[in-house]
């Protein structure tokens, strides 16, 4: 199975930076799509960014240009780029994969634990 560790979370005042990273580990399998989703306190959990195998990529409406998604397929790991943070950007930041494991002919959804980004005004 499939495990995700993500880091880079922290305080930052607004209109500062941050760069969230997710390792994904295991064996026997091909990642498809990565991505980030965020759950800001009170709120429904919301898609932020994503990345296909190809390299192209989505944003949540808020985020467009000022997020940056990323991957290193050598390394198994998605970036976000984070910039011109807003105080409405505090969430908990949660890394997304989907997966096909080898053998199987479906392909599953894989979460990270939560990172916290908080942006204070």
């Known amino acids: 199975q499939v495990q995700l560790v993500e880091s880079g979370g922290g305080l930052v005042q607004a209109g500062g930076s941050l760069r969230l990273s997710c390792v994904a580990s295991?064996?026997?399998?091909?990642?498809?799509?990565m991505g980030w989703c965020r759950q800001p306190p009170g709120k429904q959990r919301e898609m932020v960014a994503s990345?296909?195998?190809?390299?192209?990529?989505d944003y949540l409406a808020a985020v467009k240009g000022r997020f940056t998604i990323s991957r290193d397929n050598a390394k198994n790991t998605v970036y976000l780029d984070m910039s011109s943070l807003k105080p409405e950007d505090t969430a908990v930041y949660y890394c997304?994969?989907?997966?096909?494991?080898?053998?199987?002919?479906?392909?599953?959804?894989?979460w990270g634990q939560g990172t916290q980004v908080t942006v204070s005004s």
């Open positions: 990345i296909g195998t190809g390299g192209h990529t």
């Open positions: 997304h994969v989907n997966v096909a494991y080898f053998g199987w002919a479906s392909t599953y959804d894989h």
């Open positions: 295991g064996s026997d399998f091909r990642i498809n799509t």
